[in-house]
């Protein structure tokens, strides 16, 4: 399926970010990797992923954000002590914790953690969006680098 999505090129990588962002387990730098490697322009590579991949981030957000924990559970398969954790974790660093809503396994609870707290929008959002950004471009620019090795 990935490398089908990359045959959509900047829209395929829009939605596989976007996938990937969400609860559901995929990965996008594979598709990113395969378009930097097939040639595509890193720049673009990069703003379409991270529009994908916020947009997803603002989804756990908003899921959070509806506070049902046994739609976490049911549709998400979340278990409502791992959110529970993530709140205790969080509590008190605030909004800019979004910016983690890039790492693997955690950034997703970290999101809908933030939405489950109402923490500040704007910010939560901003924050994520660096961090994602800065993730893509530092794979972007690596996978470069590999490719030009070769």
Not at 61 to 66: N, S
Not at 69 to 81: C, D, G, V
Request: hydrophobic share 55%; aromatic share 16%.
């Amino acid at each position: 399926m990935l490398e089908g999505l990359a045959e959509y090129g900047y829209w395929g990588l829009l939605l596989a970010s976007f996938l990937a962002a969400t609860i559901l387990p995929f990965s996008s730098e594979v598709v990113f990797a395969a378009l930097i490697t097939a040639g595509a322009d890193i720049w673009l590579s990069v703003l379409y992923a991270t529009i994908g991949n916020a947009a997803g981030g603002a989804t756990c957000y908003y899921v959070g954000k509806l506070g049902k924990t046994a739609w976490l559970e049911r549709w998400f398969k979340i278990n409502p002590e791992k959110i529970n954790k993530t709140i205790r974790w969080l509590h008190g660093k605030g909004a800019v914790m979004g910016f983690f809503g890039f790492l693997p396994g955690i950034g997703d609870a970290i999101l809908v953690a933030l939405g489950f707290m109402r923490a500040n929008i704007p910010v939560t959002m901003f924050s994520m969006t660096v961090g994602k950004l800065l993730r893509y471009i530092l794979i972007g620019f690596g996978t470069d680098q590999l490719v030009s090795w070769f």
